[in-house]
């Protein structure tokens, strides 16, 4: 018996939940010495450390911070007293809304599993606005406030920062996004780009069912499926921008093909967004990283970026952009095993 077109499904990516792009982004307010903040997080690899990227919002005093990877505390859970790797970070008015790289004073090995704090903390009268986003998680990433004397309750949200390992390298640490920045872009046929796709390879076939993007239309859309190679259309469907799930409003769109389409192992493929009229728009998600490096500190890495074009014409990638679209799965492998229920990755 052939097996099920889809049982159950996952996503590759991982579904960013970030309500808008506007509100995606809160800046913590450095305005007191000591003040700053706690970024807990647990390390997926063994790797050595030589340094943070982070994202600064402002600098309305030029001073210094310092920036710290720290145990946490069995106890309590704040911050431990060991300090595994630690810098003074001078900033002026310039780092305003700039990623800001810091190299620690001396390297230090994470362990895979274990968990630690990136903590930055203010010095003297220095007044600066570090990054976070609202992107939702539960468990681990999460913040906790330093108001200069305790620190304050667990917040489930997480820093726009990556950590950069010996050699330039970046692993992908869940909840840490480093993008430098994050816009809504809007587009119709009429305009220079007419399309947005998620350029994606994977180094295993998968049975693709359909997309899921973070967007709002006023206008009808195709999402389609192409094959790099020969540029041939794998799949695609036209949606009604009045069929459910339109709201009006920026939300995940679940959008199922009609049929499944069976990708091959690393080859590139195209998820795209391309609006059926020149009167009404798409709106679409998406970041940008400072260097195509940092893609891999992202969900996926380097094997998920941007790619545009107009007309159905020729593809031009973008290595350091990615759109909000994911793939969604029924099946992985070399026998496409398909799934008997949907799995903990939707949505998170």
Not at 140 to 162: K, M, N, R, T
Not at 250 to 276: E, I
Not at 290 to 298: E, L, N, S
Request: glycine share 10%.
């Amino acid at each position: 018996m052939a097996p099920p077109t889809h049982s159950g499904v996952f996503t590759i990516p991982r579904v960013v939940e970030i309500e808008d792009a506007a509100v995606a982004t809160t800046p913590l307010a450095i305005d007191a010495n000591g003040k700053g903040s706690g970024l807990f997080f647990i390390c997926p690899v063994d790797a050595t450390v030589i340094g943070v990227h982070y994202g600064l919002a402002a600098v309305t005093v030029d001073g210094d911070v310092t920036v710290k990877i720290k145990d946490v505390d069995g106890t309590n859970g704040d911050p431990g007293a060991t300090t595994h790797a630690t810098a003074t970070q001078a900033l002026v008015g310039a780092d305003a809304n700039t990623t800001k790289n810091t190299a620690f004073d001396a390297s230090f090995v994470m362990v895979k599993g274990d968990r630690y704090v990136l903590e930055i903390l203010g010095v003297g009268t220095t007044r600066c606005e570090v990054q976070f986003t609202n992107d939702i998680y539960a468990g681990y990433p999460y913040l906790e406030i330093f108001d200069g004397s305790v620190w304050g309750a667990p917040l489930e949200i997480s820093q726009l920062a990556a950590l950069e390992f010996s050699g330039g390298v970046f692993h992908t640490i869940p909840g840490l996004i480093p993008f430098s920045s994050l816009a809504q872009t809007t587009y119709d046929q009429n305009d220079a780009v007419d399309e947005f796709a998620l350029k994606w390879q994977l180094p295993y076939p998968v049975r693709v069912v359909g997309g899921c993007m973070h967007m709002k239309s006023a206008g009808d859309f195709v999402l389609a499926l192409s094959d790099d190679d020969t540029d041939d259309l794998a799949v695609s469907i036209s949606i009604d921008k009045d069929a459910a799930g339109n709201s009006g409003v920026f939300n995940n769109r679940w959008v199922f093909f009609q049929d499944h389409f069976d990708t091959l192992a690393n080859r590139d493929y195209y998820l795209s967004v391309r609006p059926s009229t020149t009167t009404n728009s798409v709106i679409i998600n998406r970041l940008t990283v400072p260097a195509t490096a940092q893609m891999d500190a992202i969900d996926g890495g380097r094997n998920f970026r941007e790619a545009t074009r107009a007309d159905l014409g020729s593809w031009t990638e973008v290595p350091t952009a990615r759109p909000f679209f994911s793939i969604l799965c029924a099946g992985a492998g070399g026998g496409l095993i398909p799934l008997r229920h949907s799995i903990g990755l939707i949505g998170r």
